[in-house]
Nanobody
Framework: QVQLVESGGGLVQAGGSLRLSCAAS????????MSWYRQAPGQEREFVAS????????NYADSVKGRFTISRDNAKNTVYLQMNSLKPEDTAAYYC??????????WGQGTQVTVSS
C-alpha cells in the first residue's frame, strides 16, 4: 500500500522559513520522481519543485527559484522542501507527489502552510 505522509507545515511570518517532509512507503522510492505541488484556496494545484530519480537533477517553478530547495534521502525514503524567505503568496496546502518507474502517480494528504504579512 502506497503512503505519502507530509509534515512540517504551519504558520510563519513573512521572511521566515519552514521545512516540509514527505515520508514515502509502498513503492520504489529511489527510482521515483518526487515532487511538491501546492494549492491555494480557490486556485488550481500548481507545481513547485521536483527531484528526479536519476542523479541530482531538480526543477523549480519560477515563483520559488532561489528561495525553495528540494532534496531527498533515498535511505530514508523521504523528500524535503526547504522554504526560505517565505511570502504571503506562498500560503497554500502543499502536497507531495510521487511518480514511479511505471509512471503511476501517488499523492499525499497535504500539509498547510500559512505565511502572515
Amino acid at each position: 500500500q502506497v503512503q505519502l505522509v507530509e509534515s512540517g507545515g504551519g504558520l510563519v511570518q513573512a521572511g521566515g522559513s519552514l521545512r516540509l517532509s514527505c515520508a514515502a512507503s509502498g513503492f520504489t522510492f529511489s527510482r521515483s520522481a518526487m515532487s511538491w505541488y501546492r494549492q491555494a484556496p480557490g486556485q488550481e494545484r500548481e507545481f513547485v519543485a521536483s527531484s528526479f530519480s536519476a542523479g541530482a537533477s531538480t526543477n523549480y517553478a519560477d515563483s520559488v527559484k532561489g528561495r525553495f530547495t528540494i532534496s531527498r534521502d533515498n535511505a530514508k525514503n523521504t523528500v524535503y522542501l526547504q522554504m526560505n524567505s517565505l511570502k504571503p503568496e506562498d500560503t497554500a496546502a502543499y502536497y507531495c507527489n510521487a511518480q514511479d518507474e511505471r509512471d503511476r502517480d501517488y499523492w499525499g494528504q497535504g500539509t498547510q502552510v500559512t505565511v502572515s504579512s
